[in-house]
């Protein structure tokens, strides 16, 4: 947006989510995002609620699916998802259940699931830790027909790492790989 902005362009930036819709927009990246007329903050015991008026006239409210930083009373600066959704193809994606559904195959004794780094592509990525007796060929053979069948195009690890654990940082946090 700032080489937009440098260049003479006009910019708009909207957030939302497939739940509510657009809640809020801003022109400049280094601004908080505004609340759109027909929305508001949640209060009271709806704190934690984005309040939308309908156009028929009734309001209805939704959960915030984001860690926000309110900037005011209708202005937000929205941080990471509190679903741990990822976006896949423009669908949202829970890791942590494509990691329980390919821990469910025979071959599988534990089971990592990220999303690819930009440079690695735009798909998910999985770190297998096979269960004895699996070589890795067999293994990703199977782990791919496993994942046609149980998981939809979206949710289907694109890559597959194999090792004897998973890998972990020097605190003993599960790290990228």
């Not at 934690?48 to 008026?53: A, V, W």
């Not at 006239?57 to 930083?69: A, E, F, H, K, M």
């Not at 959704?85 to 469910?104: D, I, K, M, T, W």
Request: aromatic share 8%; glycine share 10%.
């Amino acid at each position: 947006m700032h080489a937009l902005l440098n260049n003479g362009f006009r910019t708009v930036e909207f957030f939302g989510s497939s739940e509510i819709g657009v809640v809020c927009c801003r022109e400049n990246p280094d601004t908080p995002f505004c609340l759109l007329p027909h929305v508001a903050r949640g209060t009271g015991e709806h704190e934690g609620t984005l309040e939308r008026l309908l156009p028929d006239g009734t309001l209805t409210r939704y959960p915030v699916l984001d860690n926000i930083t309110w900037a005011g009373e209708r202005s937000l600066r929205p941080g990471t998802r509190l679903d741990k959704a990822v976006q896949v193809a423009g669908v949202n994606v829970y890791p942590q259940h494509v990691s329980s559904v390919l821990e469910r195959h025979e071959g599988v004794r534990q089971c990592l699931v990220r999303l690819m780094r930009p440079e690695e592509g735009y798909r998910l990525k999985a770190f297998i830790v096979p269960t004895q007796g699996w070589n890795e060929q067999a293994l990703r053979a199977s782990l791919a027909f496993f994942a046609r069948k149980h998981l939809d195009d979206a949710q289907r690890p694109a890559h597959y790492s194999f090792g004897e654990d998973i890998p972990r940082g020097p605190i003993g946090k599960p790290t990228d790989w």
